[in-house]
């Protein structure tokens, strides 16, 4: 059976990655990318998300664009990571496949509420504006959801924008606030896990080896890994987002447990902060799945054997 998924994305090197790995799995069925503002602006990542589905031969997978800035807050973006573009590091053309019609809050609307209930899984890779204006706005909508899976945070890792705040969650904080708060199953990978999933000079030359669709992902990821390589010293920049496709994927790839998670918000020093009580030391209720532990190898051999399907 398919697991039916939406990607909400900000497509970002390691965003593009993840709708490849998605796109390239049988398992999965991508009813819809839905485009944020986030590692750039809306009018580039709602770009980039049609790149990535034309690469990947997928010109019938609807792209919406959303929301173009945070709930709050001013924009901010990371073109100091992935470069003006966005996907900065391969050399590809504009895409031909138009947006599809329509804000992507509405489309998800729309789509979850003539989804079976708890039917489709949520797949969110860049601040969580979309998510949580859909929430705010279509309060019925949530129904349809099996479950949330997130890339963002960080615990005892620290932060990766601030020394407090990872940046999907730091960009829109109070979106993240409202997500937290919604009761729906929620799975988080934090940079405690992503950090571990590092992009070294084997798999890059297993990639090149693919043909055209990996050596665009090995050149998108050179580009990408050289900001927290010379940042955090590691020996490869870390492949954050694609985690999350892999986990619907092969779950047992990754271990983590329950906790009780809550967004800071107020606070100019830790403004979006995850505070993950991972000792259960507040006796508050777990409102999420989050997830510490990753086979980083087997992680990039699944990785790798998908990208090779297409
Ligand atoms: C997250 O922020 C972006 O730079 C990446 O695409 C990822 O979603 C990592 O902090
Ligand atoms: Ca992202």
Same mark, same amino acid.
């Given at each position: ?122 797949? +969110? #890779?860049? @601040? *969580? ?5 859909? /929430? ?6 949530? !129904?349809?959801? =099996? ?39 929620? +799975? #988080?990978? @934090? *940079? ?5 999933? /590092? ?6 030359? !297993?990639?090149? =080896? ?101």
């Amino acid at each position: 059976m398919t697991r039916r998924i939406v990607i909400d994305t900000d497509p970002g090197q390691d965003d593009a990655v993840a709708l490849l790995l998605a796109l390239a799995s049988p398992e999965l069925e991508v009813a819809a990318v839905t485009a944020v503002a986030g590692n750039v602006p809306l009018s580039r990542t709602s770009v980039n998300a049609r790149v990535v589905c034309e690469l990947a031969g997928r010109p019938d997978v609807p792209v919406y664009a959303g929301c173009d800035r945070p709930l709050r807050r001013e924009p901010y973006t990371a073109e100091y990571v992935h470069g003006p573009t966005g996907l900065d590091g391969a050399d590809l053309p504009e895409p031909v496949m138009p947006l599809a019609d329509g804000h992507a809050v509405d489309a998800l609307a729309r789509l979850l509420t003539a989804a079976e209930p708890a039917s489709v899984t949520l797949c +969110t #890779l860049g @601040p *969580l504006t979309n998510v949580a204006t859909l /929430l705010r706005d279509h309060p019925g909508a949530g !129904r349809g959801l =099996a479950g949330i899976v997130a890339m963002g945070g960080g615990f005892f890792e620290g932060g990766n924008t601030t020394p407090a705040a990872e940046f999907n969650i730091y960009v829109d904080p109070e979106a993240a606030d409202i997500v937290f708060r919604s009761g729906l199953p929620l +799975t #988080l990978f @934090p *940079l405690d896990a992503t950090h571990q999933v /590092l992009i070294l000079d084997d798999h890059l030359r !297993r990639l090149r =080896a693919l043909g055209r669709v990996g050596r665009a992902v090995a050149g998108w990821l050179e580009f990408y890994e050289r900001w927290d390589v010379a940042k955090y010293g590691f020996e490869g920049g870390p492949l954050h987002d694609p985690c999350v496709i892999a986990y619907l994927l092969a779950p047992g790839l990754f271990g983590g447990k329950d906790c009780n998670v809550q967004i800071e918000v107020e606070s100019p020093l830790t403004v979006g902060m995850t505070v993950v009580d991972w000792w259960g030391v507040t006796g508050d209720p777990a409102n999420c799945h989050v997830v510490r532990d990753v086979d980083a190898e087997g992680f990039f051999d699944l990785l790798i054997e998908r990208l090779g399907r297409l």
